[in-house]
């Protein structure tokens, strides 16, 4: 007879340590890694609310481009899997109210060109393309009895359009013929008088395609009402469209050829998007901007109106009470009251607003950041991530949240990221000032580490609690980071984002080096080693800062301006440029464009090494700026380089180009801050 043999239990421990795979060690963020990161986003409840549509975006980095897909997860979290394979993307997941199909948009080879409406029975089979528009698909909205499709469809191109000449040579483009007043978009190109968007109503079973109203103006926007008997939508019958931009909200029936009722007048500033019918189709939301001249920091506002105009519009009183801009707007069940997400110092969490008196309630407490929200039954999901991990699909139970997709769970296991806190400080003249410090990876505490200033764009955006690839990228490679949402931002009231107003490079550049002072008095920022850069208005006020103080020992200023009234006519902002700035020829406005225009008219004050960047074809920030900027501190004789990427615009989108702009920033920083 055998004895048992008694195994003590630190040797059985042992043992299996010996055996079980060894976990590998983290590693801080590489470019690499950041090309591998997914971008998830729109998610969709199913009508059922059983299952999430989501859009996934990844990097191809052999074919050196992005391509987008649509998955499929449970909203219970116990499935998820990529439902489409195409050659070209898909996007736009939207489920038929019936929940029999789920259509889709994408630019797939099939009998016509351009991006068309495709279905994906839920019985199962392939997907199928269901329309063959000639024009450019810009939205759609399924009908709430799933038959019909309301479509916003651009007229089409004819020089895109047109075929090759004779015997297979290239064809001579026709001469670009201007007569708007604003003719210039970033990623659009130029605007051309004659060519204009339209709702459409699409009938399914025919494939019928018809306008809904016979108006010779852009329209945007289309929701149903609840019935589905009308439609509202956003148009501008202005005698020149360009020159006001706010239009108004329009309501029809919902059959080809009706006569469009206006709900709105234009001194409501009504914006493009999408509004909100109540439960009970009696009321609208939606939301305002703010007057023209202050058209660069506005918020959006939260208003109703009758759906049938029998009662003016009216902005609801507890959203203005927040003094801060508003989105995402959703009728509660019973119609009392609006959710809505609120942008607020560094966060965008969600509140309820009453719409017949009584404070704004907020339903998740800061830090938070959420987005593309929404809501079928029990099935309520929104995007949301924070300072460590990207954004994936979450439920919504009451005030908490809940994962249901991990599209970036793996990749960031293997990730040791820098930690990110908030930091307050006083301006030199103004309030107190909010930003975010991240510090470097395995950053000891009461040291001193190199150090970068990162200056968001807009002006009227803000730093906040989501993942930022760049700042943790610096931040592993031994920078402490600064985001700082000077005055200017959003989030912080009227107030805050209009104290720039006609008056760029003065409050912010006091707000940012109050940053850079605190974070050096914190201990964390050595002062003989700062850097500083951004993209858009970033670079504008890198420009500004290293004009106005020597201490940086490098910038990076991307897409940013120079000479400012050499702008005026080249870029997409004329309307700002006269509202708010004025015409140049106005004696007043042109000593504010020379006021404004200090870093390239005093460029002979700028010692620190900068490297330029911008997007060869930016309609938004033309790289004319960088290059002025470029010309000034070369004929100085201070180190610099420029940068142009070949076809870009304002958003370097090339995979590789954005591994290089990377790649430069970090060997920049290297020579002239470590070196």
Same mark, same amino acid.
């Given at each position: 007879?055998?004895?048992?043999?008694?195994?003590?239990?630190?040797?059985?421990?042992?043992? +299996?340590?010996?055996?079980?795979?060894?976990?590998?060690?983290?590693?801080?963020?590489?470019?690499? $890694?950041?090309?591998?990161?997914?971008?998830?986003?729109?998610?969709?409840?199913?009508?059922?609310?059983?299952?999430?549509?989501?859009?996934?975006?990844?990097?191809?980095?052999?074919?050196?481009?992005?391509?987008?897909?649509?998955?499929?997860?449970?909203?219970?979290?116990?499935?998820?899997?990529?439902?489409?394979?195409?050659?070209?993307?898909?996007?736009?997941?939207?489920?038929?109210?019936?929940?029999?199909?789920?259509?889709?948009?994408?630019?797939?080879?099939?009998?016509?060109?351009?991006?068309?409406?495709?279905?994906? $029975?839920?019985?199962?089979?392939?997907?199928?393309?269901?329309?063959?528009?000639?024009?450019?698909?810009?939205?759609?909205?399924?009908?709430?009895?799933?038959?019909?499709?309301?479509?916003?469809? !651009?007229?089409?191109?004819?020089?895109?359009?047109?075929?090759?000449?004779?015997? !297979?040579?290239?064809?001579?483009?026709?001469?670009?013929?201007?007569?708007?007043?604003?003719?210039?978009? $970033?990623?659009?190109?130029?605007?051309?008088?004659?060519?204009?968007?339209?709702?459409?109503?699409?009938?399914?079973?025919?494939?019928?395609?018809?306008?809904?109203?016979?108006?010779?103006?852009?329209?945007?926007?289309?929701?149903?009402?609840?019935?589905?008997?009308?439609?509202?939508?956003?148009?501008?019958?202005?005698?020149?469209?360009?020159?006001?931009? +706010?239009?108004?909200?329009?309501?029809?029936?919902?059959?080809?050829?009706?006569? +469009?009722?206006?709900?709105?007048?234009?001194?409501?500033?009504?914006?493009?998007? #999408?509004?909100?019918?109540?439960?009970?189709?009696?009321?609208?939301?939606?939301?305002?901007?703010?007057?023209?001249?202050?058209?660069?920091?506005?918020?959006?506002?939260?208003?109703?109106?009758?759906?049938? !105009?029998?009662?003016?519009?009216?902005?609801?009183?507890?959203?203005?009470?927040?003094?801060?801009?508003?989105?995402?707007?959703?009728?509660?069940?019973?119609?009392?009251?609006?959710?809505?997400?609120?942008?607020?110092?560094?966060?965008?969490?969600?509140?309820?607003?009453?719409?017949?008196?009584?404070?704004?309630? #907020?339903?998740?407490?800061?830090?938070?950041?959420?987005?593309?929200?929404?809501?079928?039954?029990?099935?309520?999901?929104?995007?949301?991530?924070?300072?460590?991990?990207?954004?994936?699909?979450?439920?919504?139970?009451?005030?908490?949240?809940?994962?249901?997709?991990?599209?970036?769970?793996?990749?960031?296991?293997?990730?040791?990221?820098?930690?990110?806190?908030?930091?307050?400080?006083?301006?030199?003249?103004?309030?107190?000032?909010?930003?975010?410090?991240?510090?470097?990876?395995?950053?000891?505490?009461?040291?001193?580490?190199?150090?970068?200033?990162?200056?968001?764009?807009?002006?009227?955006?803000?730093?906040?609690?989501?993942?930022?690839?760049?700042?943790?990228?610096?931040?592993?490679?031994?920078?402490?980071?600064?985001?700082?949402?000077?005055? =200017?931002?959003?989030?912080? !009231?009227?107030?805050?984002?209009?104290?720039?107003?006609?008056?760029?490079?003065?409050?912010?550049?006091?707000?940012?080096?109050? =940053?850079?002072?605190?974070?050096?008095?914190?201990?964390?920022?050595?002062?003989?080693?700062?850097?500083?850069?951004?993209?858009?208005?970033?670079?504008?006020?890198? $420009?500004?800062?290293?004009?106005?103080?020597?201490?940086?020992?490098?910038?990076?200023?991307?897409?940013?301006?120079?000479?400012?009234?050499?702008?005026?006519?080249?870029?997409?902002?004329?309307?700002?440029?006269?509202?708010?700035?004025?015409?140049?020829?106005?004696?007043?406005?042109?000593?504010?464009?020379?006021?404004?225009?200090?870093?390239?008219?005093?460029?002979?004050?700028?010692?620190?090494?900068?490297?330029?960047?911008?997007?060869?074809?930016?309609?938004?920030?033309?790289?004319?700026?960088?290059?002025?900027?470029?010309? +000034?501190?070369?004929?100085?004789?201070?180190?610099?380089?420029?940068?142009?990427?070949?076809?870009?615009?304002?958003?370097?989108?090339?995979?590789?180009?954005?591994?290089?702009?990377?790649?430069?920033?970090?060997?920049?920083?290297?020579?002239?801050?470590?070196?």
């Amino acid at each position: 007879m055998m004895r048992s043999l008694r195994i003590p239990a630190l040797a059985l421990a042992l043992s +299996a340590a010996a055996t079980a795979p060894a976990q590998p060690a983290k590693h801080p963020l590489r470019i690499e $890694d950041i090309q591998r990161i997914r971008d998830v986003r729109d998610p969709r409840c199913s009508p059922d609310g059983r299952s999430v549509a989501y859009v996934v975006s990844s990097i191809d980095v052999k074919e050196d481009k992005s391509a987008s897909h649509i998955w499929l997860a449970g909203f219970d979290g116990k499935s998820d899997r990529q439902i489409t394979f195409g050659a070209e993307s898909e996007s736009q997941p939207r489920w038929s109210p019936d929940g029999k199909y789920l259509a889709f948009t994408s630019s797939r080879p099939g009998p016509a060109k351009g991006s068309q409406i495709w279905l994906l $029975d839920q019985q199962g089979g392939e997907a199928f393309q269901l329309t063959d528009l000639k024009g450019r698909l810009q939205g759609y909205e399924w009908s709430p009895d799933s038959k019909r499709f309301a479509l916003v469809v !651009g007229d089409p191109d004819p020089e895109a359009d047109a075929e090759p000449a004779a015997g !297979g040579k290239p064809r001579v483009p026709k001469p670009i013929v201007i007569d708007r007043y604003k003719f210039k978009q $970033d990623g659009q190109g130029y605007l051309l008088s004659g060519r204009h968007s339209y709702v459409y109503l699409f009938d399914i079973a025919t494939k019928k395609l018809e306008r809904l109203t016979t108006s010779a103006a852009d329209e945007a926007s289309p929701a149903w009402s609840p019935d589905g008997s009308k439609i509202a939508f956003f148009s501008n019958l202005a005698k020149d469209p360009d020159r006001e931009e +706010a239009g108004q909200i329009f309501v029809a029936d919902s059959k080809p050829g009706s006569a +469009a009722k206006a709900l709105t007048t234009p001194a409501n500033l009504a914006t493009r998007s #999408r509004v909100e019918w109540s439960p009970d189709g009696l009321r609208i939301a939606y939301l305002e901007t703010d007057e023209q001249k202050y058209g660069a920091y506005s918020m959006s506002h939260l208003a109703t109106v009758a759906s049938d !105009g029998s009662k003016p519009s009216a902005r609801v009183v507890a959203a203005e009470a927040l003094d801060r801009g508003v989105s995402g707007m959703r009728f509660t069940a019973d119609g009392k009251a609006i959710d809505v997400l609120v942008t607020d110092d560094r966060s965008v969490y969600p509140s309820r607003v009453p719409l017949e008196g009584g404070a704004a309630q #907020r339903l998740m407490a800061p830090p938070i950041v959420l987005s593309n929200w929404d809501k079928q039954g029990a099935c309520f999901v929104a995007l949301a991530g924070g300072d460590d991990q990207p954004a994936e699909v979450k439920a919504i139970d009451g005030a908490t949240l809940r994962q249901i997709t991990h599209q970036n769970d793996a990749l960031f296991a293997e990730l040791e990221l820098g930690k990110t806190g908030e930091v307050s400080f006083k301006s030199a003249t103004g309030p107190e000032v909010h930003g975010l410090l991240t510090k470097p990876v395995g950053y000891v505490e009461g040291t001193k580490a190199p150090f970068l200033l990162r200056i968001h764009g807009g002006p009227n955006g803000q730093d906040q609690h989501s993942f930022a690839a760049e700042r943790q990228l610096f931040a592993a490679n031994g920078y402490a980071v600064l985001a700082v949402n000077y005055r =200017g931002s959003s989030g912080r !009231g009227a107030k805050f984002s209009r104290a720039i107003w006609s008056d760029w490079g003065h409050f912010e550049v006091e707000d940012l080096l109050a =940053g850079v002072d605190h974070v050096v008095k914190m201990g964390v920022a050595d002062p003989a080693r700062l850097g500083v850069g951004g993209w858009s208005y970033g670079g504008i006020l890198t $420009d500004y800062l290293i004009a106005t103080d020597n201490r940086f020992k490098a910038a990076t200023s991307g897409a940013g301006t120079a000479f400012t009234v050499a702008f005026y006519g080249t870029d997409q902002y004329i309307i700002q440029y006269d509202y708010e700035v004025g015409p140049p020829w106005n004696p007043k406005a042109w000593e504010t464009y020379q006021k404004i225009s200090y870093p390239f008219l005093h460029a002979d004050r700028i010692k620190t090494p900068t490297l330029f960047l911008g997007g060869e074809k930016d309609f938004n920030v033309p790289v004319q700026g960088s290059q002025q900027m470029y010309q +000034a501190l070369r004929s100085l004789g201070v180190d610099t380089q420029l940068i142009i990427y070949p076809n870009e615009n304002h958003g370097i989108a090339r995979p590789s180009y954005v591994k290089d702009r990377y790649e430069r920033y970090l060997a920049w920083y290297q020579k002239y801050i470590k070196g």
